[in-house]
């Protein structure tokens, strides 16, 4: 079946660096949308991209669909202690939900 | 507005027993999916129900069923528990897996099969 990698798996950083997830996939992708789950809490969507080279920003997080719709991109800019948590990239192809193993990102104030 | 509702939160269940978990969706939302969160396996799609139909299916036994109500309220079921159903079971509710929007996830339920 579908399979979307993320790496890395873990990620710890000093509060103020920059952080980036990828998620990639051997096929082409119909869209990708992140989410990010906060420990003990549940998955909150963020932003679903759909055309291939798609940028999107929120504040401080970038998000990338890649050219050939195969990998897509989180980038948060000056981490902060709330950032901590899981973040999820997930592929909606009309039939199925599969999410990526995700990346767990811890802030070290 | 409100949010998902799940309930149970937290349910302890014994080997070979089954359970039955509940999910309020949004209002408005037609479209209920169930996703099983496990340490080793992530988060795995179970079904989608949309307007009282289940429309699509992740890869999981047939112990696994749902169904939706005329509300859209929805439930799950699993019968023959086994220890490695322990998980955290979560809901989400949305225009529907065409729709193209994101979901909004409900806490989920915390299940213990013992």
């Known amino acids: 079946g579908q399979q979307v990698m993320q790496i890395p798996q873990y990620q710890h950083v000093q509060e103020g660096e920059d952080f980036t997830t990828y998620c990639n996939s051997s096929?082409?992708?119909?869209?990708i949308q992140w989410y990010k789950q906060r420990p003990g809490g549940h998955p909150v969507f963020l932003i679903q991209?759909?055309?291939?080279?798609e940028v999107k920003k929120q504040k401080r997080l970038t998000f990338q669909f890649g050219e050939a719709k195969k990998n897509s991109s989180l980038h948060i800019t000056a981490t902060q202690t709330t950032d901590v948590g899981t973040y999820f990239c997930?592929?909606?192809?009309?039939?199925?939900?599969?999410f990526g193993t995700g990346t767990s990102l811890t802030v070290i104030p | 507005k409100a949010g998902v509702t799940q309930t149970p939160r937290y349910l302890i269940k014994t080997r070979g027993q089954q359970v039955t978990l509940s999910c309020s969706p949004i209002s408005g939302h037609r479209s209920v999916s169930w996703y099983q969160q496990t340490p080793g396996q992530g988060l795995q799609f179970l079904f989608e129900?949309?307007?009282?139909?289940?429309?699509n299916k992740g890869n999981f036994p047939g112990r696994f069923s749902g169904r939706q109500f005329s509300n859209s309220r929805s439930e799950m079921n699993v019968s023959t528990l086994e220890l490695g159903d322990s998980a955290l079971y979560l809901c989400a509710s949305g225009f529907g897996l065409t729709g193209g929007d994101g979901y909004t996830f409900g806490s989920g339920t915390r299940l213990t099969v013992v």
């Open positions: 991209l759909v055309k291939s080279g």
């Open positions: 096929t082409t992708l119909s869209n």
């Open positions: 129900y949309f307007s009282e139909t289940q429309r």
């Open positions: 997930a592929e909606n192809t009309g039939n199925q939900f599969y």
